[in-house]
């Protein structure tokens, strides 16, 4: 079956610093990756995606880079904020019916001014 | 203002003790779905709905029902609570249950079970 593996957390960080988080998968066929973000209290938010292999998906400063031949997905940011400070979950769904996302485990990440 | 809405936020319950929690979505979405998150395992789904009359199991069914009698309204049923159900739980929806549709989720249901 389809499996995800992030780091674990919790990632504590100085404001500015540089943030990676790993993720790897194991999926049949080619799945689509997301990374999703969730707020202290609130649900989840999609933060970007990628559907193919060497795409990159960005948004708020964050990248990713759907690696195929590594089966990972690394989330990336240059410079983080203290309003960065969130739960990252990292997925992948393989188009299966159901639009089934499969999640990994989350990493914390701490942004201290 | 586009969302999911879950209701309750909170809940404690004793062992066999039927409940339910609701979600709503205002956004006409066809797609519904529910999601409980453990720590260390991420979130992995209960239910989905492809449209109104049509449910299906995801992958952790047993012990929970549902049902889509109107678009908007999602309920997750829990017939006979047990402690092993004590999560964190999400409902989530889109346009379409295909990966081209991003997933809307709401803010969370946290039950206790004891």
């Known amino acids: 079956g389809n499996s995800v593996t992030q780091m674990e957390g919790p990632v504590t960080l100085s404001e500015e610093a540089f943030l990676t988080i790993n993720c790897t998968y194991t999926?049949?066929?080619?799945?689509?990756l997301f990374w999703y973000v969730q707020y202290p209290g609130e649900g989840l938010q999609l933060l970007l995606k990628?559907?193919?292999?060497?795409d990159k998906g960005s948004n708020k400063g964050f990248e990713a880079t759907y690696r195929k031949e590594t089966t990972s997905f690394h989330l990336e940011k240059g410079s983080v904020q203290v309003s960065d400070s969130a739960v990252y979950f990292c997925?992948?769904?393989?188009?299966?019916?159901?639009?089934?996302?499969?999640f990994g485990g989350g990493t914390r990440v701490l942004v201290k001014p | 203002e586009a969302q999911v809405t879950q209701n309750p936020r909170y809940l404690i319950t004793v062992t066999g003790k039927k409940l339910t929690v609701t979600c709503s979505q205002n956004?006409?979405?066809?797609?519904m779905s529910w999601y409980r998150q453990d720590p260390g395992l991420g979130l992995r789904q209960i239910y989905y709905?492809?449209?109104?009359?049509?449910?299906d199991k995801g992958d952790v069914p047993e012990g929970y029902k549902v049902s889509r009698k109107e678009k908007r309204n999602f309920p997750l049923i829990l017939e006979s609570p047990s402690p092993n159900q004590t999560s964190l739980y999400f409902c989530?929806?889109?346009?379409?249950?295909?990966?081209?549709?991003?997933?809307?989720f709401g803010n969370g249901t946290r039950l206790t079970v004891t």
């Open positions: 989530a929806s889109s346009w379409e249950g295909t990966d081209n549709s991003p997933l809307h």
């Open positions: 999926a049949t066929g080619y799945p689509s």
């Open positions: 990628a559907t193919k292999a060497d």
């Open positions: 997925a992948l769904s393989d188009g299966a019916a159901g639009n089934k996302l499969t």
């Open positions: 956004m006409n979405h066809e797609y």
């Open positions: 709905s492809m449209n109104v009359e049509v449910t």
